[in-house]
Structures are given as structure tokens and as C-alpha cells.
């Protein structure tokens, strides 16, 4: 049995013979065209899936376009002779329409390039602004769900009897194309991207669209239409057509459409993104990093393959900083905070100790349970976490909530009030709303330190500044509430909070004063390794005769080192104490170490 490539060029040569014979044109052409009937049926029983059979079978042609196919086909080949008679062909057909697979250039009628490509072998030549892909199956994390609702649109289309347009819509690299690719690929069907900027729109250039889709089994997506015709015209040619748009973007077009948004991954999908992608350079990552902390910040889906691509590459040279994983805020009022604290440096009564574990702890899970197990559909409001540290100045709150965040990977920001609070009416709230907005984004920790500034007890109205107050605070009290994320507000002044907030908070921990044994910790950790320190300090007595909180000896500490080294000797008592006794000032008391030195 002939092979479908030696019946595939026996056609060009019954068409070749058609244009240069030397008997009259009605017998060539009456000839050709029973020569390729039986060489059609010849070729579907021999490879089905040949080119010239499936085009013949995609474009529906009968004996007259087969003969026609077949001679513009034959007038392609390098050399061809035959104008002449295909002219007499064409005058023997008589006036019809030439199909939308042909072409008229410079006078001249071809063959559609898109045509002659597929006959070829090749993939199309297309209009600008207009190209064909085939997409290729590749790991898609969680989008089992998003596959089983893209195969019913495609089976609900192909049934509905008018045209349908699937939307896919999401922000700047939340993986809407790519969601389109893999839906494709596992349909075994190709990609025909049409760009709404640059392709023209022309009756010649849909028609070359629409050939591409006939033939290449390809499904049309309109990419930046908005502002133009393309999607109207596009999806007047195909009965199924995709476009990619901005959220909460709807395509103007004639037509039943269907929408699918680009959901954010959840915290087990990124990681397992994550292990996939990142493979054997994982165990490249810093001791103190985890896959989970990596990937806590809710990237979009196109946006987290690209940064852990970023991370691999990075690992692989040795060049990556764990410190760029989080980025600092655009907006002015947030400042991102170095957490790289740990609990150990924490200083604090066991107690209090323990539960700020129990929150870390706690929040490291946060997003499994209310993802994996359904609490996030139990409860669609409020599902943030707040945590109040109230206590006297420099007892440790900062540093316990960098060290939460330093516990959980997540970036911390911290809310400087003086940009928020503003004078104008209506900006106070727009500040807020930023914050919100802007942490929502960064998947960080929000610190208001000094939180009794801005949540303050609301007053009663007796003019209009009380009336504003009062909705800022109000305001405030909502958007915290609805945060998804974890905020933590310090202050100094408890009693000066507004009840309605402090019913909503998740957590409240009390940082108390250090007492003796606290504050002989404090004195022996407080000195870094390289300092040269006298053995004379005593941190019992230290320990046992000053209350100072642990920002105090800190200051008192770093003091004395400053004061040790303007004297070119080791840290000394009387360098302590001297800082000691400059703290005490500061604070207004009286010195109780007189006669220490």
C-alpha cells in the first residue's frame, strides 16, 4: 500500500498536470477532479490524519474545492508552471465566491498561507499582532478545580448554538494565561492569541484567525481588548472564544459570557509549588527558613512561579539574601521593621513567655484551618488575628513583635501614625484604608505602636471635629476587624483604649516590669560577644538594687560601652553604673546607688 506522502505528492502532480496539459481545460479539470476523489478516499483510508486529508475534511470541501485547494497548491511549488490554465480552471467554475481560504495578492489569487503552511507542515504565518501556540501540559498547583470548571464551559459551549466567551479575569500576574494554556493542552487543543493593540481587524485577517481555528483545532483569546472591536468581530467566527481581562473587567461583546476569576493559591498550594519548582535546591535555603515561611506572602499564581524561579536561580549561585523575600511598602506611612529576633532573646515572666508561643504556634496554622478546614466558609467575616501587648515603656513589646514575626516569616510593618492622622476631612480614612491595603498585599504583620493615639476611647459629640473623631476611630475599628491578616498594637496606656476595640481583639498579653531574677538576665545577655567586659560587674547586686526595664539596661548598657571605650579599657562597674544613673535622670527618680562606683 502507497504511504499518504507518496498519494499527497501524486496530487500535486494531478494538479500540476491540470495547469500545463495540453488537452482542454473542461477535460483536465473534469479529470483532476475525479483523479482526486479517489485519491482523497485513497489517503483517509491510508492516514487519516494526513494534512491534505484533514484539511479537506476541516474545510468541507467538495470535488470543485479539492480541485481547487489541489491546483493553488501546485502553483506554490517551487518552479510551477500553469497561470494560463488556472485561469481557464477559474472561468470553467464560473462566478462563485472564492472560499475564505483564498487569497488575492497583487492581482494574483494563492492559496491562504495559513493553508499552504498546514499543508506543509509548518505552523502558520498569521497576521501582527495575532500568533499560534501549542500549549504543552505543566505542573499547576491546585487547579484541579479551575480544569473541571474550564471543561464544562468548553462542553456548554459547543452545545449552546451562539457564540460563548470564556473570561478569564485576575490581576497582573495572577496566571490567567497560563490557566488557559494547561486547560488547553489537557483538551489537546492550541492557543491562538490575538493581540486587541496591534491586530487590524481586517475582513482578510479574521478570515486567516478563523482558518488557523479550522485547521490547527485552535481556540481563539483575545488579549487588551478592551477599546476595540476585536472581541465582537473574534467572537462572531468562533462559537468559542477566551479573553484575558483585568479584575472585575466585563467584555463588551454580543455573545453569552462566561467568567472564571484567578483565585490567590492558599498557603499549601504555594508550598507545594514551592517544592516542586525550587526541587533539591530547597535544602539550600537558610537553617532558619522554612518552605512555608518562603511562600507565606499570598502571591498571585503567575507572580510566586516567577519569584520562586528568582529564589532557584539565586540558590544555585550562592547569591541569595533572605532578607528580599519581603519588600518594603510603597506607601510612606508603613515601615518594614527587621524581624530577625527569636524567642530565645525574650526576656519575660513564663507566663506571658508561654502564651506569646501559643500565639506563634497558633498562627503559623492559621491559614490551614481556615483553609483546609473549612473555616473560612463557616466564618466569612473577621478572621484575622489582633493581639494587644499593654505594659510600661520598654518592657519588650517591639521586640516581642518582631519576634513574632521573625517566628512565623512574615514581614513586620510598622504604622507611622504622624502619616496617618491627617487634618483633612475623609484623609485620615483614606490613610487607613491604604495601610489595610497595602499589608493585605504583603502578606506582613502591621504594628501600631503607641496604638492609644488612634484608638482612643471615643467622646461624646458636642461639636463637628468629635463628630470626625469618632468615624475615624469607628472606621479604624472595622477595617481591623476585617483584615484577614495579623496586627498587633502596642501600648502603655491601656485604660485609655476605646471598649468597643478591646471586645474584638483576639489576645491580650501584659509585658510587665523585669524583676530580679528577669533583670539578672537581662544584665548577663545584654553585652555582645566581642565586648570586652570587666569580671568586676557585678549583675547581682545590679540586678538586685535598680528596677529598670529592659529597654533601660539596654540604654545603660550601651552607655557604659561607649563610656569604656572613650577610655580606651574594658567595660567597668562604674561605666554600668554611670549609664544606670543617667537612665535615672531621664525618668525624673532619684538615684538609689549613691556611693556605688
Not at 481556540?219 to 462559537?239: D, M
Request: glycine letters at 8%.
Amino acid at each position: 500500500m502507497r504511504t499518504a506522502e507518496e498519494i499527497s505528492r501524486e496530487i500535486q502532480k494531478a494538479g500540476a498536470r491540470c495547469l500545463c496539459g495540453t488537452e482542454k481545460a473542461a477535460v483536465r479539470i473534469g479529470r483532476l477532479k475525479d483523479r482526486l476523489e479517489a485519491l482523497a478516499e485513497e489517503i483517509r483510508q491510508t492516514d487519516p490524519l494526513h494534512p491534505w486529508a484533514e484539511a479537506a475534511s476541516s474545510l468541507s470541501l467538495e470535488p470543485d474545492g479539492l480541485a481547487l485547494m489541489s491546483m493553488l497548491w501546485s502553483l506554490e511549488r517551487p518552479g510551477a508552471e500553469g497561470e494560463e490554465a488556472f485561469t481557464l480552471f477559474l472561468e470553467k467554475l464560473g462566478a462563485v465566491r472564492l472560499p475564505f481560504w483564498v487569497v488575492v495578492q497583487k492581482g494574483r489569487i494563492r492559496l491562504s498561507p495559513v493553508l499552504a503552511d498546514w499543508l506543509e507542515g509548518r505552523l502558520p504565518a498569521l497576521p501582527e499582532g495575532a500568533s499560534l501556540q501549542i500549549p504543552k501540559q505543566a505542573y499547576f498547583c491546585g487547579a484541579q478545580s479551575l480544569m473541571e470548571v474550564g471543561g464544562r464551559y468548553l462542553a456548554y459551549a459547543g452545545g449552546e448554538g451562539r457564540p460563548v466567551i470564556l473570561c478569564i479575569r485576575g490581576g497582573k500576574g495572577s496566571g490567567r494565561r497560563f490557566y488557559l494554556e494547561q486547560l488547553l493542552a489537557r483538551e489537546g487543543l492550541a492557543l491562538l492569541l490575538i493581540d486587541g493593540r496591534y491586530f487590524s481587524g481586517s475582513r482578510e485577517h479574521l478570515e486567516a484567525c478563523m482558518l488557523c481555528g479550522q485547521l490547527y483545532g485552535a481556540v481563539a483569546c483575545v488579549c487588551q481588548a478592551e477599546g476595540t472591536e476585536t472581541l465582537s468581530n473574534v467572537s462572531r467566527l468562533f462559537y468559542f472564544c477566551t479573553v484575558i481581562a483585568e479584575e472585575g473587567r466585563e467584555p463588551d461583546a454580543d455573545a453569552l459570557v462566561l467568567f472564571q476569576d484567578m483565585p490567590i493559591p492558599d498557603l499549601d498550594c504555594r508550598v507545594r509549588t514551592a517544592e516542586k519548582i525550587l526541587g533539591e535546591t530547597a535544602a539550600l535555603l537558610p537553617g532558619d527558613l522554612s518552605i512555608e515561611q518562603l511562600v507565606r506572602k499570598p502571591l498571585p499564581a503567575g507572580a510566586l512561579v516567577r519569584r520562586l524561579e528568582q529564589v532557584r536561580a539565586e540558590l544555585s549561585c550562592g547569591c541569595f539574601r533572605p532578607e528580599t523575600i519581603h519588600a518594603s511598602p510603597f506607601f510612606n506611612a508603613l515601615h518594614l521593621l527587621p524581624s530577625a529576633r527569636r524567642f530565645e532573646e525574650l526576656k519575660l515572666p513564663t507566663a506571658q513567655y508561654e502564651k506569646l508561643r501559643q500565639i506563634s504556634r497558633m498562627a503559623a496554622v492559621r491559614e490551614e484551618v481556615m483553609e483546609q478546614w473549612g473555616f473560612s466558609e463557616k466564618f466569612s467575616y473577621g478572621n484575622g488575628l489582633s493581639v494587644l501587648f499593654y505594659g510600661a515603656p520598654g518592657t519588650g513589646k517591639t521586640m516581642a513583635a518582631q519576634v513574632l514575626a521573625g517566628a512565623l516569616g512574615m514581614p513586620l510593618y510598622q504604622v507611622d501614625l504622624s502619616q496617618l492622622i491627617s487634618k483633612y476631612i475623609g484623609e485620615t480614612q483614606k490613610n487607613i484604608g491604604r495601610i489595610f491595603d497595602e499589608a493585605e498585599a504583603q502578606g506582613g504583620i502591621l504594628l501600631f505602636d503607641e496604638a492609644d493615639a488612634v484608638f482612643a476611647s471615643r467622646s461624646e459629640v458636642t461639636d463637628a471635629q468629635d463628630r470626625y473623631s469618632n468615624a475615624e476611630t469607628a472606621y479604624l475599628l472595622q477595617r481591623i476587624e476585617q483584615y484577614t491578616g495579623i496586627s498587633i498594637l502596642a501600648t502603655n496606656l491601656l485604660h485609655n483604649f476605646d471598649e468597643a476595640f478591646r471586645r474584638r481583639i483576639s489576645y491580650m498579653v501584659h509585658f510587665p516590669m523585669p524583676d530580679a531574677a528577669l533583670r539578672r538576665e537581662l544584665w548577663q545577655d545584654i553585652f555582645p560577644s566581642d565586648t570586652p567586659v570587666s569580671e568586676e560587674i557585678d549583675y547581682d547586686l545590679l540586678a538586685r538594687n535598680f528596677e529598670l526595664s529592659g529597654a533601660a539596661i539596654r540604654n545603660a548598657a550601651w552607655h557604659g560601652a561607649l563610656l569604656a571605650r572613650s577610655e580606651g579599657s574594658p567595660v567597668g562597674m562604674h561605666h554600668v553604673i554611670d549609664g544606670i544613673q543617667n537612665e535615672y535622670s531621664k525618668l525624673g527618680k532619684r538615684f538609689p546607688g549613691e556611693g556605688y562606683s
